[in-house]
């Protein structure tokens, strides 16, 4: 089957993501659609902030080089470059203020890099732009206004509002990881229950955790309570109480770092250590969402993040169940708690749009909203679907942004479903809508997983006869996918 899909000069952009460990760089059309990623480790000497940061500027420099060199790119042929990076950072003068787990703190990275490579050069810091990502193309797309909730080592935020990302007078806004969350103030009532304790009367119980230091310096941060480090700690903290729990087994034997996958395995078989922490954990997610509500009320808040990622099956029914409950009436409007959409490439995603809008044509506004050449579709008899007079007559995917795309038969036990895996290819990337054509589609109902899949991204999908998939295809004005399935 050909892929086509025809590029103007001009139409692509490079996003980069400069993280403690790993950069990726990633070659992206200017309606989003990612064409290639290149990875490779941040160069270290002991630690990222030992390394030199002309020896972190060449990595940056020779990632794009890479990238674009095994796409037999040049950087003619590129619009714009998009960097993000973890601190705080003057979007509009290219300066990183600070970054306190990377070399990068006072280094003009936006105007060093653009005399580098010769191209227009944004730079932005990176949940800030994973979120203006999930806005252009993710979770919060179609919306004005979304918070990104990235839970990992720490968790940080972005804020979008009205289709850009709000920075704060310092630059240093969406610091949501460092709200406090348990007051660290002197308890009067201490004083007050020791009096009524030698009185013999009982004080009530408190089941908060003890306040622990975070990186930051203060006491009682939102991160200290439920980012990956803060539920190690408390693993490390049941286990070393002589609480029974696989969780060592399942990380390789050790506890000295915690994955989020051995986590997530560690919920599947009902740990009782991991579980409690885990939900714990989920809960006080829940109010952080809350706060955020009743602080900016925005349209959308996307989760995101490895243990987000990870643990999603577990973790958001709880999320839900803390916000459902809040108990201060609420003005109405349609709110959600979605689940990031674009996984890795959110970042890239949004350096892209970050710099797409310094250009004068951000992509979140409707008007610079470039939607993907999708191929027209003509239904024959036969159950034979014509494509530039070409027939398909064998399962194949449209993908987000109009190429097709194979797709393997399945399994005979369950010839007539779709599997999590068509869902995931044709979620990818980004769409409103995805569109399941079958001559057999009475009988298909999505599985439970599929559906939940969909629903926490806020992704529609209909199933229905070839013909019928067809016409919906060609006729719909909205970002889509289809999944074509032949008896
Ligand atoms: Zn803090």
Redesign the pocket.
């Known amino acids: 089957m050909k892929r086509s899909l025809s590029q103007s000069r001009k139409n692509y952009y490079v996003g980069v993501d400069v993280g403690g460990t790993k950069i990726q760089a990633s070659l992206i059309t200017g309606f989003g659609s990612v064409l290639a990623n290149y990875r490779c480790e941040t160069p270290r000497n002991g630690s990222v902030c030992n390394s030199s940061v002309e020896t972190t500027l060449n990595a940056v420099e020779e990632s794009i080089r890479i990238l674009l060199h095994d796409q037999n790119q040049t950087l003619d042929e590129i619009a714009g470059i998009g960097i993000a990076v973890p601190g705080v950072v003057q979007q509009e003068s290219g300066l990183v203020v600070v970054t306190p787990n990377m070399n990068l703190s006072g280094v003009e990275l936006g105007q060093m890099m653009k005399d580098r490579l010769g191209v227009p050069v944004a730079i932005g810091n990176d949940c800030n732009l994973g979120t203006l990502g999930e806005c252009w193309l993710g979770s919060g797309r179609n919306t004005s206004s979304c918070v990104g909730i990235f839970v990992g080592t720490g968790i940080g935020a972005g804020i979008v509002f009205d289709n850009r990302v709000l920075s704060g007078a310092g630059q240093a806004a969406g610091?949501i990881?460092?709200i406090?969350s348990q007051i660290p103030c002197e308890n009067w009532r201490k004083n007050i229950t020791a009096t009524k304790h030698k009185q013999g009367i009982k004080s009530p119980k408190n089941s908060l955790p003890e306040l622990s230091r975070?990186?930051?310096?203060?006491y009682g941060?939102?991160?200290?309570f439920a980012s990956r480090t803060a539920m190690e700690r408390f693993i490390r903290e049941a286990v070393d109480h002589g609480a029974k729990s696989v969780i060592a087994e399942l990380n390789g034997g050790s506890l000295d770092i915690i994955k989020s996958g051995a986590i997530a395995k560690a919920l599947k078989v009902n740990d009782k250590v991991v579980t409690s922490i885990v939900r714990y954990a989920a809960q006080v997610i829940g109010y952080a969402c809350l706060t955020v509500r009743h602080l900016i009320d925005p349209e959308v808040i996307v989760l995101g993040g490895g243990v987000i990622e990870a643990c999603q099956k577990f973790m958001m029914p709880i999320i839900d169940a803390v916000v459902a409950n809040d108990q201060l009436p609420s003005a109405s409007g349609k709110r959600r708690i979605l689940v990031s959409s674009l996984g890795d490439n959110a970042v890239v995603l949004g350096a892209v749009a970050l710099v797409r809008s310094l250009n004068g044509s951000n992509p979140l506004r409707k008007t610079h909203r470039i939607i993907p050449k999708y191929p027209q579709l003509h239904f024959m008899a036969e159950n034979v679907i014509h494509i530039a007079d070409e027939p398909y007559a064998e399962d194949f995917f449209i993908l987000s942004d109009g190429m097709i795309q194979p797709r393997l038969k399945l399994p005979k036990k369950n010839i007539h479903g779709f599997r999590l895996k068509d869902i995931q290819t044709a979620a990818n990337g980004g769409v409103d809508l995805i569109i399941f054509g079958s001559p057999n589609a009475g009988e298909i109902a999505l599985s439970g997983k599929c559906h939940d899949y969909l629903f926490r991204r806020g992704i529609d999908y209909r199933i229905l006869p070839l013909d019928e998939a067809v016409h919906l295809y060609n006729t719909v004005a909205v970002r889509r996918a289809a999944v074509w399935h032949f008896a």
């Not at 941060?221 to 200290?224: K, L, P, V, Y």
């Open positions: 610091e990881g460092h406090i975070c990186g930051c310096g203060n941060c939102f991160e200290t």
